[in-house]
């Protein structure tokens, strides 16, 4: 094969790079999806826009476009950009996929509430990028000093007092005194949290009371309500999420879900001299 022929064949390529989502219209191109199917070789590669044909109620057919990125510092200012302008994302953790969005934007809040079709009584936690941050969101002067560097980063939620110096929107779980907060050991979503600004509103990526996602395949019906999905590959820590551990009284601590590090946590709580309420 000659250099012109290769140019040409080299040009043609990127148009092979959409296909319809089988569940939805015909399927084009199908050697793709095998090409696709493994997670970590998909992850290496640039992104890839992925097309839907969705048959509306006139007969007429829209498609809708998603981007899937890998989950790389290379693609993080595409998604600090997204948080700011208040949009939806899909974003690995060390626990399980989540949805993303500005804690202080009620806008996008309420369009997370809206794809898992969850009831806005139900809390969302929120996700910053160092523990240092914690502190301009909920009430910390209480903690056994070098309690949340022991903890955090790591797979725990820790559950505080918002307090009267938090800068959450008061949107953010109306009613509620208390707020999750996550500092995941990840640190893709830890450089947008830190590049947005702002805290982001975390919560798991899959439809209310549905099983909890490790691979962005497990809530591939939802992809077309981001503005991006970024692929971790498959998640290594099971679907039990973070262990959430209300600190909220002095000297107490209460488990009010046991997640993927209970053991780990309460030896790190009693260390510190805590006692369960």
């Given at each position: 094969m000659?250099?012109t022929?290769?140019?040409?064949?080299?040009?043609?390529?990127p148009?092979?790079?959409?296909?319809?989502?089988?569940?939805?219209?015909?399927?084009k191109?199908?050697?793709?999806?095998?090409?696709?199917?493994?997670?970590?070789g998909?992850?290496?590669?640039?992104?890839k826009?992925?097309?839907?044909?969705?048959?509306?109620?006139?007969?007429?057919?829209?498609?809708?476009?998603?981007?899937?990125?890998?989950?790389?510092?290379d693609?993080?200012?595409?998604?600090?950009?997204?948080?700011?302008?208040?949009?939806?994302?899909a974003?690995?953790?060390?626990?399980?996929?989540?949805?993303?969005?500005?804690?202080c934007?009620a806008?996008?809040?309420?369009?997370i509430?809206?794809?898992?079709?969850?009831?806005?009584?139900?809390?969302?936690?929120?996700?910053?990028?160092?523990v240092?941050?914690?502190?301009?969101?909920?009430v910390?002067?209480?903690?056994?000093?070098?309690l949340?560097?022991c903890?955090?980063?790591?797979?725990?939620?820790?559950v505080?007092?918002?307090?009267?110096s938090?800068?959450?929107?008061?949107?953010?779980?109306?009613?509620?005194?208390?707020?999750?907060?996550?500092?995941?050991?990840?640190?893709f979503i830890?450089?947008?949290?830190?590049?947005?600004?702002?805290a982001?509103?975390?919560?798991?990526?899959n439809?209310?009371?549905?099983?909890?996602s490790?691979?962005?395949?497990?809530?591939e019906?939802?992809?077309?309500?981001?503005?991006?999905?970024?692929?971790?590959?498959?998640?290594?820590a099971?679907?039990a999420?973070?262990?959430?551990?209300?600190?909220?009284?002095?000297?107490?601590?209460?488990?009010?879900?046991?997640?993927?590090?209970?053991?780990?946590?309460?030896?790190?709580?009693?260390?510190?001299?805590?006692?369960?309420?």
């Amino acid at each position: 094969m000659n250099a012109t022929a290769s140019t040409k064949i080299a040009q043609t390529l990127p148009l092979f790079n959409c296909l319809i989502h089988p569940s939805r219209g015909v399927e084009k191109f199908g050697f793709l999806n095998l090409w696709a199917g493994s997670r970590r070789g998909f992850s290496a590669v640039s992104v890839k826009k992925m097309a839907w044909s969705l048959e509306k109620g006139d007969g007429n057919v829209e498609t809708k476009m998603v981007s899937v990125c890998p989950a790389t510092e290379d693609y993080a200012q595409e998604a600090i950009e997204a948080i700011k302008a208040r949009k939806v994302i899909a974003v690995p953790t060390d626990t399980l996929y989540g949805f993303a969005c500005d804690a202080c934007s009620a806008e996008a809040v309420n369009r997370i509430y809206e794809i898992k079709g969850r009831k806005h009584t139900s809390p969302l936690a929120i996700c910053v990028g160092d523990v240092h941050d914690i502190q301009r969101y909920a009430v910390t002067e209480h903690l056994p000093h070098g309690l949340l560097d022991c903890l955090l980063p790591g797979p725990v939620t820790v559950v505080l007092r918002r307090g009267e110096s938090s800068i959450l929107e008061k949107s953010l779980n109306p009613g509620l005194e208390s707020i999750g907060v996550r500092v995941p050991d990840c640190n893709f979503i830890r450089v947008i949290a830190r590049g947005s600004r702002s805290a982001l509103a975390l919560t798991s990526a899959n439809l209310s009371g549905q099983p909890s996602s490790i691979d962005i395949k497990d809530f591939e019906n939802l992809w077309e309500h981001c503005a991006y999905v970024y692929d971790g590959g498959i998640l290594p820590a099971g679907r039990a999420g973070s262990t959430v551990v209300d600190l909220t009284k002095l000297g107490k601590y209460k488990i009010l879900r046991p997640g993927s590090a209970k053991e780990e946590t309460v030896a790190i709580l009693e260390r510190h001299s805590l006692l369960e309420d």
